[in-house]
């Protein structure tokens, strides 16, 4: 019997030593004879049969007389159809970088649709894509000896759906069913295809190298987290020390299957299932507290400022200052009637967050959703809500398409969106109604008014 638990048990060192996958298989087979495989047998053919069948058909045969009544092979085999017994024709999609034709064994993770009987096989046992919640089904890659053997129907097999070996210079599939159904399998390339309708906008290859840190998953952070995972950005950052909570989901990317998690865990699932292949690290807490080894291998990247106060954003820029890398900082105003997008990125001059917002900056952390500009009267008066998701998405998709630009900014063929119109600092607005913005709001001479004549701080002369 093949059992995945107990080969997990003894692959992945649960136990006290470890082994391979071949010798766990070697002694889960003993004893087993292997199946022959090679090219199918045709199916026998009474020749004679379909001569007659030919010669009273091309005789006007088939009349009415010959098709009144059924006899009881007939009504046997439309029984068999519409009681479902018919071969089924499974399939399979294989991203072309999972398998492996070097003979070794591993497991492989996918997706299957039974209403439609398709296997999606996405990622195999070294790289899961962090984990292997997101997958329905698992399946195993075998050698030659080993597949045979897992052809003969008289071996269980427990907790994979699906095995597959590279025999006869080609991959073959099968169900672990008891009949041993075929699987016809296909090839496609990941990046490729995930991202075939990019192309000529944002170039996948390209994209997959870039890495995005994103302080804060919440309502603007989880969005340009999955909005950055569409355009192919292969590599994430995610820090937030926040759970999701009920009166959260009105305007966050996630729902009510993610509820009481940790955003950065419930975000990360959610980049996965757009891209399973996604490198991500978490840090459940603040960015000023985050250990230095996050940051191992975080180059051709970007830096998102989306946290609840300006020290954060402030740090981040500090921080990508240091890296040498772009930053950019998002966020919306009371009710989110406005927002405002600034960025900043090494060699061009501008002022640091730091430097344009000084005055505006405190060490103290507040509460989560503080407005940035509103006083206390307008707390009391305006009856304060964070506002509702069109709007905040409204002011961030500003953001997402500077951050497509400095990811970008020295990719042949690539045309900017809007750096070079928009300013180092821009402003958003949603509504320029007083009642929902209070007075901040009547500085917009109309709504959806996105300005490109403010900079923040000072141009400096020489290139940072």
């Known amino acids: 019997m093949i059992n995945r638990t107990y080969i997990h048990n003894k692959v992945i060192g649960t136990e006290a030593e470890p082994v391979n996958m071949t010798a766990v298989l070697d002694e889960a087979l003993t004893g087993v004879t292997g199946v022959e495989f090679g090219t199918a047998e045709e199916a026998g053919v009474d020749e004679g049969a379909i001569e007659a069948a030919r010669t009273e058909l091309t005789g006007g045969g088939f009349g009415d007389d010959e098709t009144e009544e059924a006899d009881e092979a007939d009504l046997s085999l439309l029984e068999n159809f519409f009681a479902g017994k018919v071969k089924k024709n499974y399939q399979m999609l294989a991203s072309a970088d999972i398998l492996k034709t ?119 952070g989880s969005f340009i987290a999955l909005e950055l995972a569409r355009a192919g950005v292969g590599s994430f950052i995610l820090v937030d020390s926040d759970t999701l909570e009920i009166h959260n989901i009105c305007r966050h990317q996630l729902g009510f299957r993610d509820l009481g998690r940790y955003k950065v865990d419930a975000v990360a699932d959610a980049i996965r299932n757009i891209n399973p292949s ?139 969106r809007v750096i070079g119109y928009l300013k180092n600092y821009t402003l958003i607005c949603n509504t320029n109604e007083t009642v929902i913005g209070g007075k901040n709001a009547a500085i917009f001479p109309h709504p959806l008014y996105i300005s490109n004549t403010i900079t923040a701080g000072k141009q400096k002369k020489e290139a940072v």
């Open 278 to 416: 996604a490198k991500i690290v978490k840090f459940r807490g603040i960015l000023q507290e985050m250990p230095t080894e996050y940051l191992d291998g975080f180059t051709d990247g970007i830096i998102i400022g989306t946290g609840d106060n300006r020290e954060s954003s402030a740090f981040g820029n500090d921080l990508a200052k240091a890296l040498k890398v772009p930053f950019v900082s998002t966020g919306c105003w009371q009710r989110a009637h406005a927002g405002e997008c600034f960025y900043w990125y090494p060699g061009a001059g501008l002022p640091l967050y730091r430097e344009a917002f000084g005055n505006l900056i405190s060490d103290e952390r507040p509460a989560a959703h503080q407005n940035y500009f509103a006083d206390d009267n307008d707390e009391e008066t305006l009856n304060f809500e964070p506002g509702v998701s069109t709007d905040i998405e409204f002011v961030t998709l500003v953001a997402v398409k500077i951050i497509y630009d400095l990811l970008n900014r020295d990719t042949d063929h690539y045309t900017k």
């Open 102 to 220: 070097d003979g070794s064994e591993y497991e492989v993770f996918g997706i299957y649709r039974d209403e439609t009987e398709k296997y999606y096989l996405l990622s195999e046992g070294s790289n899961p894509g962090g984990g292997t919640e997101h997958f329905n089904s698992y399946g195993i890659i075998v050698s030659n000896e080993h597949f045979k053997k897992f052809l003969n129907k008289e071996v269980v097999i427990d907790g994979y759906d699906f095995f597959g070996s590279y025999i006869n210079d080609g991959w073959v599939f099968y169900r672990t069913d008891t009949e041993r159904s075929h699987i016809t399998l296909n090839f496609f390339d990941m990046v490729t295809r995930l991202f075939s309708r990019n192309t000529g906008l944002l170039e996948s290859s390209v994209m997959n190298t870039k890495a995005a840190l994103i302080v804060g998953c919440g309502s603007v």
